[in-house]
């Protein structure tokens, strides 16, 4: 299975803080997508991103997230300014280009906001 | 809009004896991609099984089969030999194509009983 990588494991901060979330997938993968999961409840999609730009995003994604990926390996979701409902953990996914249609997730990343 | 419908938010089954857990869907698409992930205590999001919708063909990993019922919009998994490492969350999941987004349904946290 084609591995992907979420750092930091765990992040606490400050309401209003921003936070950066990263993601490192393997040269094989093609598209790109954060989920986050509130816990207790279901996966939700985020936002989708395909050669440098975003394909799709949900009602979720407002202004004050973003993704990029700056240098062409580490793919981020940056969070501007924190809220308490922004708790949860955060997935990014990946899918390969030899097996079409299946979403490779990573670990996550826990973030608490405080 | 793509919808995944879990109705059993708990079960249990013994070691050893099979189990099934249900999962039903609604989309208008003839083709798209259907999957069962297993989330254990740590939240990684783990693939079990994957199924095409162009495949009549019941899609098999070991232990793990699904029954896919495409006219019926029905995808219900099945765990042989249940093992105690079985014990997770597990989420249906739905996406039209290799750019699009996941659709997760609510969960089935399954225990395995010793």
């Known amino acids: 299975e084609p591995e992907v990588t979420q750092t930091p494991s765990h992040q606490v901060t400050q309401m209003g803080q921003e936070v950066i979330l990263r993601c490192v997938p393997i040269?094989?993968?093609?598209?790109f997508y954060w989920y986050r999961q509130i816990l207790g409840q279901k996966v939700e999609f985020l936002v989708s991103f395909y050669n440098n730009e975003i394909s799709e995003k949900s009602e979720i994604f407002d202004d004050q997230f973003s993704v990029e990926r700056p240098d062409g390996s580490n793919f981020t979701l940056k969070i501007r300014s924190t809220k308490l409902e922004d708790s949860a953990m955060y997935f990014c996914?990946?899918?390969?280009?030899?097996?079409?249609?299946?979403?490779?997730f990573g670990p996550g990343t826990r973030l608490l906001v405080l | 809009a793509q919808t995944v419908t879990q109705s059993q938010p708990e079960m249990s089954v013994q070691e050893a004896e099979t189990v099934t857990l249900s999962c039903t869907y609604d989309?208008?698409?003839?083709?798209?991609?259907l999957f069962w992930y297993k989330q254990p205590p740590s939240r990684q999001m783990i693939l079990v099984i994957r199924?095409?919708?162009?495949?009549?063909q019941n899609a098999t990993e070991n232990r793990f089969s699904v029954n896919f019922q495409k006219a019926a919009k029905s995808f219900s998994l099945k765990i042989s030999d249940s093992q105690l490492g079985d014990t997770a969350m597990y989420f249906c999941?739905?996406?039209?194509?290799?750019?699009?987004?996941?659709?997760f349904g609510a969960g089935t946290r399954l225990t395995v009983k010793p």
């Open positions: 999941a739905f996406t039209r194509s290799n750019n699009n987004d996941m659709r």
């Open positions: 996914a990946a899918t390969d280009r030899t097996v079409f249609g299946t979403q490779y």
């Open positions: 199924q095409e919708a162009y495949k009549q």
């Open positions: 040269s094989n993968h093609l598209y």
């Open positions: 989309t208008s698409e003839n083709n798209y991609y």
